[in-house]
């Protein structure tokens, strides 16, 4: 809007900003990019994926992650996944909040683990994570990465509060397929939809449950925070290989991490 230059002001309307202000398609067009702006309270600049694409390209210079892992991480929106106050944190490497004393794990621990699960013997011959279970769905960031990467995912979270969470951010976003979200106890894992070849927790707990022994699938590959003697919580990885008929659980224990802890029951 011009300011008038003289006073009294002329009654005279400046020619320019009236023809504007008669275009009705200059309203319409306003409004359309109002609603859009509606339609997407943070209003960030987040939604074009530009900033999630750089996040990916730091995390290639690196050097250390699994190609495919790193395209579905530039393919989920993660500011989708935490409060908007957050929503400017949500690409850098950080871990940060969700609520229930939770938190959204580090990208670069995200883009680690999946790519030791893409490692293991099923995913390598697959290409992808095949049948998956994650414990702690948490936001639900994770999962719909894996939900990228697997031909099926269960996701467990003992916090209703959460579980509901993860259900409405998981349906904002386009997934080639939903996960399944369960809210039970992951520590007894989800026999109905096992056995599984990928198992991926996201909780630290004293040791790895049976259950999740039992439902991963020969060939398949586990990896959980655990803790270890003398070492504090470890990422340790579990394959279950077929040898001769006879099933063997091969354990190896990677770097020190902390994660929340697993807990039992659910809330
Ligand atoms: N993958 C999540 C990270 C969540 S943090 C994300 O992307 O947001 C770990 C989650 O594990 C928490 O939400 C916690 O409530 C959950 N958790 C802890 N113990 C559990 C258990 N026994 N069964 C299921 N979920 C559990």
Redesign the pocket.
């Known amino acids: 809007m011009s300011t008038p230059k003289r006073f009294p002001a002329s009654l005279k309307p400046a020619a320019a900003p009236q023809r504007e202000l008669l275009m009705p398609q200059r309203h319409l067009h306003q409004a359309t990019r109002d609603a859009a702006r509606l339609a997407r309270p943070s209003g960030t600049g987040l939604d074009g994926g530009a900033v999630r694409r750089r996040m990916v390209e730091r995390l290639r210079a690196e050097g250390q992650f699994d190609e495919r892992v790193l395209a579905a991480m530039a393919a989920v929106p993660r500011h989708e ?1 935490v409060d908007s106050a957050l929503a400017a944190q949500a690409y850098e490497d950080t871990a940060l909040p ?1 609520g ?6 580090k990208p670069s621990v ?1 883009a680690h683990m999946l790519g030791l699960l893409m490692a293991g013997h099923s995913a390598r011959e697959r290409g992808s994570l095949g049948r998956a279970m ?12 894996i939900a990228m990467l697997a031909r099926q995912l269960t ?5 209703q509060g ?1 579980h509901d969470k ?1 259900r409405l951010n998981l349906q904002r976003i386009a997934l080639p397929r939903a996960p399944r979200l369960v809210w ?5 894992g989800h026999a109905p939809s096992g056995p599984f070849d990928s198992i ?4 630290g ?1 004293e040791d790895i ?1 049976p259950a999740w022994t039992e439902q991963l699938a020969p060939g398949g590959r586990l990896i959980a925070p655990t803790a270890s003697s003398g070492r504090g919580q470890v990422l340790v990885v579990l394959d279950h290989v077929v040898d001769g008929g006879v099933s063997r659980w091969l354990r190896t224990e990677h770097e020190a991490v902390l ?9």
């Not at 991926?200 to 909780?203: D, E, M, N, P, S």
């Open positions: 996944f969700i229930h004393g939770q938190t959204i794990s995200v994650e414990i702690g769905t948490g936001c639900g960031y994770q999962a719909a990465v996701s467990i979270e003992r916090l959460l993860a039970g106890d992951g520590r007894v991926i927790a996201a909780a707990g449950p994660f929340v802890p697993l807990k039992s029951g659910i809330v």
